[in-house]
């Protein structure tokens, strides 16, 4: 049995508080490609055998490669976050899985580096445009700093708490 049949055959869609990590369930052999790195999330992913690429670009990869496309919140930073739903989509194999936190707008820090924000029914409306058919989402909050940097949200730090962010996990 191929790896990729062994991953999807495991995996239980859930979604759980804390870290990105925790949602992911990183398998050995499984390939992930995780937008915008996450040097903690890459070795966590790493440390299980998985093989994990860090993405700033999407140029030079082929379709349906990935088992598994994650975004912690640096998906933010991004002024075109919203192509990388699409572009997400497309290394996706066949019942990948694309696990992404998207801070509401309003828990985005005011004068930050991070251009990319819409709202929970905006970020349904794209992943359900770029053609993913099974979304699951829980909203998650944090009420103080503590609670941000134990679900990996330092991007969220100088915003007002409490934070809202939308974790989704969207299947192909």
């Excluded at 992930?32 to 700033?56: F, K, N, Q, W, Y």
């Excluded at 349906?64 to 933010?76: G, K, M, R, Y």
């Excluded at 103080?144 to 192909?172: D, S």
Aim: charged letters at 20%.
């Amino acid at each position: 049995m191929a790896v990729a049949e062994k991953i999807k055959q495991q995996k239980e869609l859930k979604i759980t508080l804390g870290n990105l990590y925790n949602t992911i369930q990183p398998q050995q052999g499984e390939r992930i490609m995780i937008i915008g790195g996450s040097e903690t999330l890459t070795a966590r992913c790493s440390d299980v055998g998985a093989i994990v690429l860090p993405a700033a670009t999407f140029s030079q990869i082929k379709q349906n490669e990935f088992d598994t496309v994650a975004a912690p919140l640096s998906i933010h930073r991004y002024a075109e976050g919203a192509q990388w739903t699409a572009q997400a989509y497309d290394v996706l194999k066949e019942g990948g899985r694309f696990v992404v936190d998207f801070a509401e707008a309003r828990s985005l820090p005011s004068s930050s580096d991070l251009p990319y924000a819409e709202t929970l029914p905006c970020y349904w409306e794209r992943l359900k445009a770029a053609g993913f058919t099974t979304i699951l989402f829980q909203q998650l909050m944090a009420q103080h700093a503590r609670e941000a940097v134990l679900n990996g949200w330092t991007e969220l730090m100088p915003a007002e708490l409490p934070v809202i962010v939308n974790r989704f996990i969207a299947v192909k």
